[in-house]
């Protein structure tokens, strides 16, 4: 039972385990397996034909995984949830019932300061969920000022991003930006007083710079469309996003998996014979309860979008 301490409180759980429609002896994948909090609740309702797969890129999670599913008829996979076909096929799985992707990043990942996601603290400024490639310090001092403007324009919406890049640009020439304190102090330097005093200006590049190190907006392009290919019929995928980037592409994703014909609106009758390949299961992203938020401050942001294949 080797580390165990990968804490992560599950968000929007019993949610999730409802819009999965759990059968005992259906195949699961947690694409996002972190401390295995969703995964332990999936496996827990499976019988013994049923099988549960999870996937994380970040070593930690894999060990806290593993020991906690070890009663269970699962398996924890390295890798990252874009490569989900791949990695269900290596396990001869060519079809599954249920997909979850819970896009947050873990409360571990977040407390530990030394991993360089949080600004609150001083740590090395790294970010990286796998462990592994370029970090975020590799991008803020190497990258130039219009390249880090737009990572934090598009990535974290900041509208202070010029300003901030130009802060950075005018540090590093000083000596390279290597703590997530003196990120912090350049972003509070950059950032109007009257837009510090609401909430801390440090999260929307924080964020930003997570997104790009972990190449996150792709990942989830490829994700969620290999995660819809995975399913059998009936089969749901289930997606949590914290912030309204993210939201916007599942969104939209899910609306392309939904539409059916797309003839031009004078055309008589339909030509192109495209049908809906999923509904909607909530119409609406299903968001945490008043009891939830008390009890865990960091499912403010969470939505849930639930899709079925037909």
Avoid: W
């Avoid at 385990?17 to 759990?22: N, R, S, V, W």
């Avoid at 034909?49 to 924890?76: C, H, M, Q, S």
């Avoid at 001869?92 to 949080?118: A, I, P």
Wanted: proline share 5%; with cysteine.
């Amino acid at each position: 039972m080797e580390n165990i301490s990968f804490s992560h409180i599950s968000v929007l759980l019993a949610e999730c385990i409802e819009g999965l429609d759990i059968k005992p002896d259906g195949i699961y994948i947690d694409g996002t397996c972190g401390g295995a909090g969703h995964s332990c609740e999936i496996a827990k309702r499976l019988t013994d034909g049923g099988r549960l797969i999870g996937i994380d890129r970040d070593p930690d999670a894999i060990k806290a995984a593993t020991a906690r599913l070890a009663p269970y008829n699962a398996k924890v996979l390295h890798g990252n949830y874009s490569e989900i076909e791949a990695l269900a096929h290596s396990e001869g799985v060519e079809k599954v019932d249920g997909v979850l992707l819970d896009l947050g990043v873990s409360s571990h990942q977040l407390d530990t300061l030394e991993r360089g996601f949080s600004y609150h603290g001083d740590a090395p400024l790294d970010m990286r969920m796998s462990q592994e490639g370029a970090t975020a310090a590799d991008l803020i001092n190497t990258l130039p000022a219009e390249e880090l403007s737009r990572i934090m324009f598009e990535y974290g919406e900041e509208k202070f991003s010029r300003k901030i890049a130009a802060e950075i640009i005018k540090r590093r020439e000083i000596k390279p930006i290597e703590t997530t304190s003196e990120l912090a102090d350049i972003i509070t330097t950059a950032v109007p007083a009257k837009f510090r005093r609401d909430k801390n200006p440090c999260k929307k590049t924080f964020q930003a710079f997570r997104i790009a190190v972990n190449c996150e907006f792709d990942h989830l392009n490829k994700g969620l469309d290999d995660a819809f290919e995975l399913l059998k019929t009936g089969g749901r995928l289930c997606v949590i996003t914290f912030h309204s980037l993210e939201d916007r592409i599942v969104k939209q994703r899910f609306a392309s998996f939904c539409k059916g014909c797309v003839c031009p609106p004078d055309f008589p009758q339909c030509v192109c014979g495209k049908t809906p390949r999923g509904k909607l299961v909530n119409r609406k992203p299903i968001e945490a309860s008043p009891e939830e938020l008390e009890a865990n401050i960091r499912s403010r942001s969470a939505k849930l979008r639930i899709i079925e294949k037909l």
